[in-house]
C-alpha cells in the first residue's frame, strides 16, 4: 500500500531575528501515523508545531500539510487539524460539555448535533459524568482529557500535541496515552505528538524524530508491534534516543 504523505516539511528554516530556531529540517508524516517529536529544551519543538499549524511561517523550504501551505490557506485546512497543548486552554466560564462544543461552534457545526457530538467525545475520553462541572472543579488529568475531547470532537485527519499529557502524575499520563492512542487509530487520524519523556514516545508512536537544536532531525526511529513485543529490543531503543538527546555541542 501505498503510503500518503500528509505532512511535509522540506529543507524548512525558521529564524527569530539572528537566532536560527529551526535548520533544514526535513521530515514526511504519513496518513495514520503516530509520530513523536523528542529533543532538549530549546531544541525548536514547539516552534515546529507552530510551523505545521501555521502560526508560524518559514523563511525557507515548503511546509505542507494536506498539500496545503498551513501559514497561507488557512481556508483550506479549516477543520483539517487539531491541536492540544500542555496547558489546556479551556475557557473557565464554560462547562465541561460546553468547552468540547467549542471548535464545533466554530466550524459552524449543525446546531442539533453539537451537543451530541460534545457528549459523545467526553463519553469516549471517559468524562461523561462531568459534562456539566466548570474547569476549576476538574483535576490537571481531567482538563486534559477535555481538552483531548474538543480536539477531537471536530474529527480533524491531524492532530498536533504538545506536551498534551506531561503535567499529569505518570498513573493518568500513562492511561490517557493508551487511551488517545487507541482512538487515534480506531478513527485513522494522523498525530504528531511532542513530549519530553522516552517512555511516552516508545509507548505511542510509529515512528520517532529526536530534534537536535536547532531544529534538524537527529534521530528517526520507526518502532513495530514486534519492537514493542520484545523487552531488550525496547531498552535497546531507549538507549539510542537517550543517547540522541544527550549528543550535542553543548554537552
Ligand atoms: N517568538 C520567538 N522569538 C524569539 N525566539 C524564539 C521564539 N520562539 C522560540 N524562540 C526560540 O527558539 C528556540 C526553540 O524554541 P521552542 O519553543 O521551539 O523549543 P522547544 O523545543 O519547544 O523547547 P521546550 O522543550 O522547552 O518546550 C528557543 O531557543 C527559543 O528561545
Ligand atoms: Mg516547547
Request: with cysteine.
Amino acid at each position: 500500500m501505498a503510503e500518503t504523505a500528509l505532512l511535509e516539511l522540506d529543507k524548512v528554516s525558521k529564524r527569530f531575528g539572528e537566532f536560527v530556531a529551526v535548520d533544514r529540517l526535513s521530515m514526511t508524516v504519513h496518513q495514520g501515523e503516530i509520530v513523536a517529536l523528542l529533543g532538549r529544551t530549546g531544541a525548536g519543538k514547539s516552534t515546529v508545531m507552530g510551523l505545521l499549524m501555521g502560526s508560524i511561517s518559514c523563511d525557507e523550504g515548503a511546509v505542507r500539510v494536506a498539500g496545503k501551505d498551513p501559514s497561507k490557506d488557512f481556508q483550506d485546512l479549516r477543520g483539517k487539524l487539531s491541536v492540544s497543548f500542555q496547558t489546556d486552554r479551556l475557557l473557565p466560564w464554560r462547562t465541561t460539555v460546553e468547552n468540547v462544543e467549542l471548535g464545533l461552534q466554530i466550524l459552524n457545526f449543525p446546531k442539533d448535533q453539537i451537543r451530541p457530538k460534545a457528549l459523545e467525545w467526553l463519553r469516549r475520553v471517559n468524562l461523561h459524568d462531568a459534562q456539566d462541572k466548570y474547569v476549576h472543579e476538574l483535576s490537571g488529568g481531567m482538563r486534559q482529557r477535555v481538552s483531548l475531547a474538543r480536539a477531537l470532537a471536530v474529527d480533524p485527519e491531524l492532530l498536533l500535541l504538545d506536551e498534551s499529557f506531561s503535567q499529569l502524575d505518570h498513573v493518568t499520563s500513562q492511561v490517557l496515552r493508551r487511551d488517545f492512542a487507541q482512538i487515534v487509530r480506531q478513527y485513522h487520524k494522523t498525530c504528531v505528538f511532542v513530549t519530553h519523556r522516552i517512555d511516552d514516545a516508545l509507548e505511542m508512536a510509529d515512528r520517532i524524530f529526536v530534534l537536535a537544536a536547532p531544529a534538524s532531525v537527529r534521530l528517526e526511529l520507526r518502532l513495530s508491534a514486534a519492537d514493542r513485543a520484545d523487552p531488550e529490543r525496547m531498552k535497546q531503543i531507549h538507549g539510542e534516543i537517550a543517547a540522541a538527546i544527550g549528543a550535542g555541542p553543548d554537552e
